[in-house]
């Protein structure tokens, strides 16, 4: 007993004396929370913005705060960000997005194959390999919007707008990158959505380690029908895959990924590239058609593109020179798109301030950007930053809107929902055509609105702040048909 009594002591010594940390003089404010190890974890997940927001009321635009064993340095100076953003020294970028997928699933990939993924995503998504990725994902959009009209024109169909966003958009980018023509494709992709459903709505949980026993059964079972239905996707030239997903599954081949690592990556690369456009369709559906002046206004816009159908000049060319629209979008992002920007330190480093003050940072720390609350949100840089204003990005003029400041100067970082450099999202020009095109085929050929003239937005769901678009909690029903154009 007494052998047992003095064992624990010293493992709880032990203990003390690793996770003890005291802050010097050097580094930003400390807040380590009142729960030993998991500090601030808790509080941090459930509602990452209510809980950031609170600490930088308390410690200011800089501070570091422990969860679950981990010392985190929260910078949230837009003035100061390029000094964490173009360091490649010191700090080392983690997409997040790979950080939980590899929490989920115990995935490692090869060291230097997320370097390679990058640089071959952006030869895939760039110049003419993006104009045929445009004209694949309209082909889609289009056969899925007719396939979801009623027969009979006079006829309204009554859905939630954010199933119908997401179940769309989903459908369409999966056949574009992952599963080719309908008719050729063996995975059905209302299946592969259905599966993802399931996938996506425990993914928070997943993530953090807060799955009950039967939400963890059902994990299992819809991961594994998910790699089951993606399988076959890249494996082959004509598998019917875009040429970017067979050359990232030859890619992890070569990099001597076995199975079951490139199934786990091919899920990842699934979440990855469409898990933000349909959320982010539905926020930008659901503010016009909730603020009729600004639904008037994108309207009146896409007329104009209308008169000119015969043009040769492809429809995601035409959408680029819409700045009502591009405002109206914009907007939508800034008050929904809530990533964490997150770079582990690797080499003591010194952090330089806008405002002159120096921070020491520790080695083995992660740092985190959480643009959402500044700048996006911050009412500093914009006027009731809560409320949707679609002409926010515009100037008196018209002309689109890029100069906003902060303490008198100007900010280089103003809206930040795709990242910013080497951690910037290579697919953003293809995610945001394909928004422009859905939305416009959405208003100019369909009847679509409310059921309920005096809906509001749902609230957002707090547990997703960090992992790209933030999803409602509940949604908004609406009513569509084909528009009469008689």
Avoid at 163 to 173: E, I, P, Q, R, T
């Amino acid at each position: 007993m007494i052998w047992t009594i003095c064992l624990l002591v010293q493992a709880a010594l032990l203990y003390f004396i690793l996770t003890h940390r005291s802050r010097s003089k050097s580094e930003p404010p400390l807040d380590k929370g009142l729960i030993p190890w998991l500090g601030h974890a808790l509080e941090f997940g459930k509602d990452a913005s209510k809980f950031l927001s609170r600490m930088k009321l308390k410690h200011g635009d800089i501070f570091t705060v422990r969860a679950a064993g981990r010392y985190v340095t929260v910078l949230l100076d837009p003035h100061s960000y390029d000094e964490a953003i173009k360091d490649s020294e010191c700090l080392d970028f983690t997409r997040y997005a790979q950080v939980l997928m590899e929490r989920i699933f115990n995935l490692r990939l090869p060291h230097h194959q997320p370097h390679k993924a990058k640089a071959m995503m952006t030869k895939h998504f760039m110049g003419m390999n993006l104009d045929a990725l445009n004209s694949t994902v309209s082909r889609h959009l289009q056969a899925l919007l007719k396939a979801e009209m009623p027969q009979n024109r006079k006829d309204w169909k009554e859905e939630g707008l954010f199933d119908f966003s997401y179940s769309l958009l989903f459908k369409a980018g999966y056949l574009t990158l992952f599963g080719g023509e309908q008719n050729n494709n063996s995975s059905d992709p209302s299946s592969v959505y259905e599966e993802y459903k399931k996938f996506d709505g425990l993914l928070t949980k997943m993530a953090r380690g807060t799955l009950k026993p039967e939400e963890k059964r059902t994990a299992h079972s819809v991961q594994q029908r998910l790699w089951e239905l993606l399988a076959p996707a890249g494996l082959t030239e004509d598998s019917g895959s875009s040429p970017w997903l067979h050359g990232y599954r030859r890619l992890l081949q070569e990099e001597g990924a076995d199975e079951d690592t490139q199934r786990k990556a091919i899920l990842m690369q699934l979440w990855a590239t469409q898990g933000n456009v349909g959320p982010a369709t539905f926020w930008l559906l659901g503010y016009l058609l909730t603020n009729p002046e600004a639904l008037m206004a994108v309207k009146r816009e896409f007329s104009q593109i209308s008169q000119m159908e015969t043009s040769e000049t492809p429809l995601t060319d035409r959408l680029m020179n819409t700045p009502v629209f591009g405002s109206a979008l914009e907007e939508a992002l800034r008050l929904t798109a809530a990533p964490f920007i997150t770079r582990e330190v690797v080499k003591e480093k010194t952090l330089h301030m806008a405002d002159g003050q120096e921070y020491l940072l520790r080695k083995g720390d992660r740092m985190c950007l959480f643009p959402f609350i500044s700048p996006q949100m911050d009412p500093e840089i914009y006027h009731e930053p809560q409320k949707y204003k679609y002409n926010r990005f515009l100037n008196e003029d018209g002309s689109v809107k890029k100069h906003f400041y902060k303490g008198g100067r100007r900010l280089k970082y103003y809206t930040m929902p795709w990242g910013a450099g080497t951690n910037g999202c290579v697919g953003k020009q293809f995610a945001i055509n394909t928004i422009r095109q859905f939305v416009y085929m959405v208003l100019t050929n369909y009847d679509l609105e409310l059921c309920d003239p005096n809906a509001q937005m749902p609230e957002v769901n707090a547990s997703r702040y960090g992992f790209g678009m933030l999803q409602p909690e509940g949604d908004l029903l609406v009513r569509y048909k084909l528009r009469n154009t008689h």
